[in-house]
Nanobody, 121 residues
Framework: VQLVESGGGLVQPGGSVRLSCAASGFTLDSYDVAWFRQAPGKEREGVSI??????YYADSVKGRFTISSDNAKNTVYLQMNSVKPEDTAVYYC?????????????????WGQGTQVTVSS
């Protein structure tokens, strides 16, 4: 069972970047999949959740980020638009089985290794 993120890098303020989370060993559409991020010196925070046909966003990214999935590729994406310097962080994807939507990272069973996103001019 493995999650692998990709797509991070350096992006200018106001720009866009798309992160990918590819799963192997299990089928993502049977799980809740979330993106979390962690900036230096800060706690890990939830950014977005994909659960069946529903999506959820933290207030800080609502209207700028979009989570989506491609079941044929067993991959979940995070499209990040109008990025800001405060979006700089390591971004992780995570998956969990179970009931209810939760932002608590403790209950997520599977994690990727993370991908760095740096927003700077």
């Amino acid at each position: 069972v493995q999650l692998v993120e990709s797509g991070g890098g350096l992006v200018q303020p106001g720009g866009s970047v798309r992160l990918s989370c590819a799963a192997s060993g299990f089928t993502l559409d049977s799980y809740d999949v979330a993106w979390f991020r962690q900036a230096p010196g800060k706690e890990r925070e939830g950014v977005s959740i994909h659960r069946g046909g529903s999506t959820y966003y933290a207030d800080s990214v609502k209207g700028r980020f979009t989570i989506s999935s491609d079941n044929a590729k067993n991959t979940v994406y995070l499209q990040m638009n109008s990025v800001k310097p405060e979006d700089t962080a390591v971004y992780y994807c995570a998956a969990r089985s179970g009931w209810g939507v939760t932002w608590d990272p403790i209950v997520y069973e599977y994690w990727g290794q993370g991908t760095q996103v740096t927003v700077s001019s």
